[in-house]
């Protein structure tokens, strides 16, 4: 602490203001910025007496440079204006001052209110944008994080159509009768893309039998397809394919268990001690009709087909963005809408326009009374009532049993006038095929097509022949588009700068080329 008057006194017999380290004979401390001055002026160590153009080393020696203690608040000022107050500020810019430095190098001049020519002094400045923003959160928010102005949005997100849309079919072309090659060929007219030369019968082959059921021919059937003269040997052997029932099945889970993280073997702690994959096996060998198959996943009538919705129970604490109900209508929206909710079971999100208020409405159809809406997993005391995610397609009765509002939101997501529904299908189909969905990503169905009028066209045909998954399968590998030589991908590509010119090339999946080996033998 600073000593008091008397002290100094006592000690020095002068007053603070006459203090000075000439012939001073107690240890002297000196600040570092009072260490490398010269010339300077200081106390005589006698009242009202001083020296000038004193310098150290020749008039006093310092004991020790050190940093002497900050000032702290309630200081007196070196004003004399009253004791020192802190108030936090943010530096959010810097001007610099460069001067001459490059002025003169580059013989940059203008000249004065006199007339003479000067080098121009230069000056810029910076700003901090993190630090900008730091400052305008710091002035906007509350307990529940920023505070944005009414209306405000990060982004003008797209809304894709929810109705189906009839489009008309182009004519035939170079005799390709195919709808999709019919699609394509304006398409590629449009784009400037050259037409190549069709992939060679070994390479369409081990592509459809690895696209529809999981396993490379063998070679007998390579030799049998390039022995075979029939032009129709391709539609021939794609339906030889999907009419194995069987080896179908066994390929097409492996898509399915990724979708609704199905497990053989793992048991989730406390969750639906049923398993999907019984109902999944004897559905896909069925063929079972798309929207039947859904309908009976969100309106389950069994164990087996209610263990995608009941989804995990996990041990211990869980966030609120994951609780069952919650994991359901992620899972749902997801798997059947092509729709992300995962960042607005949170908050409201900021990759789209849906809002917390939203996804627990929705999250609440699944549960059992209406949910309390957790905001970053603190609770807000509001509940909310369970309501569709697209209400303009019709809405759930929040008042209405468990059971009953499941069956209605089936009806909702099936329901001819959502032709969002088929188009989230026919795209993951396509993508599965080409490796790349005519939207990307696949669960952002918002997203702009590379192609609206395909997409719409696939998915009203996928609907008005019973949403029939092995119609829209044949469709696509019967086309000459997925007979083009195979494209190599382009890093990072943004979906603007996409242009199709033929499916791109892929990995092999783990069970694909486990199944390859065992064929070995």
Not at 179 to 196: A, C, E, M, S
Not at 302 to 330: C, H, L, P, Y
Not at 404 to 433: C, H, P, Y
Not at 463 to 489: C, F, I, W
């Amino acid at each position: 602490q600073f000593a008091s008057e008397e002290e100094i006194r006592a000690a020095l017999a002068c007053g603070p203001g006459s203090i000075g380290p000439v012939h001073l004979r107690i240890p002297i401390y000196v600040d570092r910025s009072a260490a490398i001055v010269s010339d300077f002026i200081c106390g005589a160590n006698e009242d009202g007496f001083h020296f000038s153009g004193v310098n150290w080393k020749r008039d006093a020696t310092a004991t020790r440079v050190v940093d002497i203690r900050n000032v702290v608040e309630g200081d007196p000022a070196v004003d004399a204006s009253g004791p020192l107050k802190f108030i936090r500020g943010i530096e959010v810019g810097h001007i610099f001052k460069l001067g001459t430095k490059y002025t003169t190098p580059m013989n940059i001049a203008v000249q004065d209110a006199e007339g003479v020519s000067r080098d121009l002094i230069m000056g810029c400045y910076g700003m901090g944008i993190s630090r900008l923003v730091a400052a305008v959160v710091e002035q906007c928010h509350d307990d529940e994080g920023i505070i944005w102005p009414k209306g405000y949005s990060f982004a003008e997100w797209r809304k894709a159509p929810l109705a189906p849309r009839m489009v008309k079919l182009p004519p035939v072309k170079n005799g390709l009768k195919n709808p999709i090659d019919r699609f394509l060929q304006p398409y590629f007219d449009k784009k400037g893309v050259k037409q190549k030369n069709l992939a060679d019968d070994r390479t369409f082959l081990r592509r459809a039998y690895l696209d529809l059921i999981g396993l490379p021919p063998t070679p007998e059937q390579y030799r049998f397809f390039a022995g075979d003269k029939d032009p129709a040997k391709y539609e021939k052997v794609v339906d030889a394919l999907l009419a194995n029932d069987e080896h179908y099945m066994q390929h097409w889970i492996t898509f399915w268990n990724d979708a609704f993280r199905n497990s053989y073997t793992r048991q989730y702690h406390g969750g639906n001690k049923y398993r999907l994959t019984n109902w999944l096996k004897t559905s896909l060998k069925a063929n079972k009709p798309y929207d039947q198959f859904a309908h009976e996943l969100i309106s389950p009538n069994t164990g087996e087909q209610a263990s995608f919705i009941d989804g995990i129970k996990w041990r211990g604490t869980v966030n609120s963005s994951q609780v069952v109900e919650m994991q359901a209508a992620q899972n749902v929206a997801q798997v059947f809408l092509g729709l992300n909710l995962k960042c607005a079971s949170c908050h409201d999100s900021f990759i789209n326009d849906w809002t917390l208020d939203q996804s627990y409405a929705f999250a609440s159809v699944f549960a059992n009374a209406p949910m309390e809406k957790h905001r970053c997993d603190k609770p807000t005391g509001n509940k909310v009532a369970a309501a569709f995610v697209y209400p303009e397609l019709g809405n759930v009765n929040a008042t209405a049993s468990r059971k009953e509002r499941l069956k209605q939101l089936a009806d909702l997501m099936t329901k001819k006038e959502n032709g969002r529904f088929s188009r989230v299908i026919v795209n993951r189909m396509w993508a599965s095929f080409f490796s790349r969905g005519l939207v990307e990503p696949v669960d952002e169905m918002d997203n702009q097509p590379w192609n609206s009028d395909l997409l719409d066209w696939l998915a009203r045909d996928f609907a008005a022949n019973g949403h029939d998954l092995k119609h829209a399968m044949r469709l696509m590998t019967t086309s000459q588009a997925y007979r083009l030589p195979a494209v190599e991908p382009v890093p990072n590509q943004k979906a603007e700068d996409f242009t199709f010119k033929g499916p791109l090339t892929k990995r092999l999946r783990a069970e694909q080329l486990l199944d390859g080996l065992a064929q070995l033998g």
